[in-house]
Each structure stands twice: as C-alpha cells, then as structure tokens.
C-alpha cells in the first residue's frame, strides 16, 4: 500500500498543473484555429466561413510588409547575435582579465525587458533627443541618423536593439560550450603547429555545432514571436512599415475588430514555429543515448 502511495502520490500532484496547462496552452490553440476559420469579427462567432481570412491574409499589403520585416529582423537579428555572441565568448575564453565583471556586462541587457530595451533605444535613437542631437551638439552639424523615422529603415533599428539585448545570451552559451571543450585537443593542435584562428576554424567550432543549433533555434523562436521590442521601439511604424506578424496579429484582433483574420495570422505563426521547433525535437528524440 505505501509503494502504491510513493507511486501515485508525485502524479497526483503534478496532475491539477499539468492538465490546466494543458487545457490553457493546446485548449486556447485549437480554439484560436477554429475562430480562424469562422465569421468573428469584433466578438466571436462560430458561424463557419472556410479559409476566407487565409485567403484574404495573402492578399493584404500588410501582410506582406510583415512576413518581409520578420525576414529581415530573423536573419539579421539571428545572425548578428550568433556573430557578436562568439565573438565576445572567444574573446573570454582566452582568460582576459576582469573576466567575470566583463561576463556581467555583457550578459546583463539580456535581464531586461524587451519592452525596458526598445523604450531605451528609442530614445537613443530618436532623432530629436538621442544620438543624431548628441552628435550635432558636439560640433557634427552634418550628422544625420533618423533611421527610426524612416520607412525604409525602421525595422533595421528594432535589429539593432535585438542584438544589443540577446548578443550576451549567445555568448553565454558559446563559453559554456568552449569550457566544455578538452584543453588537450587544443594543445595537441598546438604541437603541430596550428595557429590559433585556424584551431578555433577547424577544430573547435565544428565541435561548438549542437550550442549553435540550440543557439538559432532559440534566437529564431524569439524572432517569429517578437512583439514588445517592435511596439515599445517603433509601435509598427512610422505608418505600418517596421510591422511583423506579431504586431499585424495584435491590430487585427484588437484594434480594428478583425478577430478571425487576426487568428488567422496567428496560425500562420505557430506553423512557422512548429516549422522550426517539430524538427529539432525529433532529432534530439531520435538521437541514441550514447550520442547525447
């Protein structure tokens, strides 16, 4: 009876949590699928429409814009956060001094808010007040940085601020991941006479493949979803310009009542996420214990 107990007991208690997660995250997906196929507009509405809001999705200006700016932000933000991000753990790795206070600097924006860094960087950025005024004040009456107030550039500066706050997190995992590394193979590279650009080309970043996988995965899935950093930076604009699916998503649904289009894109989303996600998950399950 009491090894029943010491069996059931743990399942009882995860149970209440696991099942309303359950009914709140895979519930509120599949209810947000089915207002994506009805007539709901500023309430809901069950009547079944078919995939009208797909249909007409694809064919809004906006919508394109949207799927444009996140091709933008994704690739940039992505892989500028994977260059700094290696490029500062490379630079720890040797051992510099201040290590630990320098680990902390740079790791910190990743502690903030999404909303805290597109707040701060707006005002840098913002013509009137930040860096293009800084810059005039000291005597560069020609300086002109308005890419904020642009439409052809706003969304590079949500990239800016993007990578300023996750550079640190991807340095975080690269250093774990060179820590990892046996310092024999290193000095066995060394003996025969390996320089050390061509021992972190050759030898060791091939080795750091599963952090950089892990690395994008993360960094690709906070691109896809990103939301509080274009609202609090540039609020979509100026006009509808630095839009991304996130931001079109939140207009859509709350701001001009078109509930089931505003689904629509959100399933349009969450496939790009499970595009993403579904693959690496069945790799790593499919992997052989002795492979992990």
């Not at 439409?151 to 550079?167: E, K, L, N, P, R």
């Not at 061509?198 to 091939?206: T, V």
């Not at 709350?254 to 509930?259: A, E, N, P």
Request: proline fraction near 4%; hydrophobic fraction near 55%.
């Amino acid at each position: 009876m009491s090894r029943r107990i010491e069996t059931w007991l743990p399942r009882l208690v995860v149970a209440p949590g696991f099942v309303l997660g359950f009914a709140f995250i895979y519930g509120l997906m599949a209810w947000n699928g089915v207002l994506s196929f009805s007539a709901s507009r500023m309430l809901p509405n069950y009547e079944w429409v078919g995939p009208v809001h797909y249909l007409a999705l694809w064919e809004m200006d906006r919508w394109w814009v949207a799927l444009t700016n996140l091709g933008i932000f994704g690739l940039l933000y992505v892989g500028g956060s994977l260059v700094l991000g290696l490029g500062l753990a490379v630079l720890l790795d040797q051992r510099v001094r201040a290590e630990g206070a320098l680990r902390t600097i740079y790791l910190y924006p990743m502690a903030l808010s999404f909303v805290v860094t597109g707040t701060a960087w707006k005002w840098i950025l913002n013509p009137s007040l930040g860096l293009e005024k800084l810059m005039q004040d000291w005597g560069w009456a020609s300086f002109s940085f308005d890419w904020l107030v642009q439409t052809d550039t706003a969304i590079y500066c949500v990239v800016i601020a993007g990578i300023w706050q996750s550079a640190g997190f991807a340095m975080a995992l690269f250093l774990a991941g060179l820590r990892g590394i046996d310092d024999s193979i290193i000095r066995a590279a060394q003996i025969d006479g390996a320089s050390l650009p061509r021992i972190y080309w050759r030898i060791i970043l091939p080795m750091l493949r599963p952090v950089v996988f892990s690395t994008v995965m993360i960094l690709s899935h906070l691109a896809i979803k990103s939301f509080d950093l274009v609202m609090a930076l540039t609020n979509g604009g100026p006009g509808y310009a630095s839009d991304v699916p996130a931001t079109f998503m939140y207009a859509m649904s709350f701001t001009r009542g078109q509930i089931g289009l505003g689904s629509a894109s959100a399933m349009m989303m969450l496939a790009t996420v499970a595009a993403i996600v579904v693959p690496y998950l069945y790799s790593e399950l499919r992997r052989k214990p002795h492979e992990r």
